[in-house]
């Protein structure tokens, strides 16, 4: 079993949709969930910075974090085509010098 | 503010030959560095991590190798591509205090 776990999609959406990516891990150690948003051919950029249990908003983007089912969301309100990409949540816990990464989430918003 | 280089940005190289990626962040001090490879359609592997000049960590064993000769760079080589080397190099960094990586644009090799 993979420390964390993602759907690697595709998903596909309209225009307008809310979007909810998610992954789910094994390690209860796990303090600090990020998610990151790669466009084709880029590098990964930071998105959504969360630590411990609870919700943080950013705009459209809510990234929610539930401890206790070992269980971390991304919604994305008002979807734009521009948010077409892949997206990659990674965790980690104090100390730890490595993230883990799930396998990230190939995202499309139709027009 | 913080910014990462990487070098080149496309590669093109036949089996056997050697390889040469270089990483370089600018803005901070003693960041800890990280070489990534992502092939297509998969999710990222992490093959060195550093925490500073000279020390080196290797996740994944295989014919890379890694340097850091300066606290802001990161060199992965290799003697003798193989065609399995072929993916997107990716490179990043953090704050030895805090958890977040930052990424640079990333190389794409193929190896021939």
């Known amino acids: 079993q993979k420390e964390v776990e993602q759907d690697p999609g595709p998903l596909s959406v309209p225009e307008g949709a809310i979007v909810s990516l998610n992954c789910t891990y094994s390690n209860s150690a796990f303090q600090y969930f990020m998610w990151y948003r790669q466009y084709s051919r880029k590098g990964p950029e930071l998105l959504m910075y969360?630590?411990?249990?609870g919700n943080k908003e950013d705009g459209r983007f809510t990234a929610q974090v539930d401890k206790s089912s070992k269980y971390i969301s991304l919604f994305i309100r008002d979807s734009q085509p521009s948010d077409s990409a892949t997206y990659l949540c990674a965790m980690n816990f104090q100390g730890a010098q490595k993230l883990v990464f799930g396998q990230g989430t190939r995202l499309t918003i139709n027009p | 503010s913080q910014t990462i280089h990487q070098w080149p940005a496309t590669l093109v190289q036949p089996v056997g030959s050697p390889l040469s990626l270089e990483c370089t962040v600018e803005g901070t001090s003693n960041p800890n560095l990280y070489w990534y490879r992502q092939a297509a359609g998969r999710g990222l592997q992490l093959l060195f991590y550093s925490v500073g000049i000279g020390q080196i960590s290797s996740e994944v064993p295989q014919n890379l190798s890694a340097s850091r000769p300066q606290d802001r760079q990161f060199i992965l080589s290799s003697k003798k591509l193989l065609l399995s080397d072929s993916g997107f190099y990716l490179c990043?960094?953090?704050?030895?205090?805090?958890?977040?990586?930052?990424f640079g644009p990333g190389t794409r090799l193929t190896v021939l």
């Open positions: 969360t630590y411990s249990s």
């Open positions: 990043a960094w953090s704050d030895g205090q805090f958890n977040e990586q930052f």
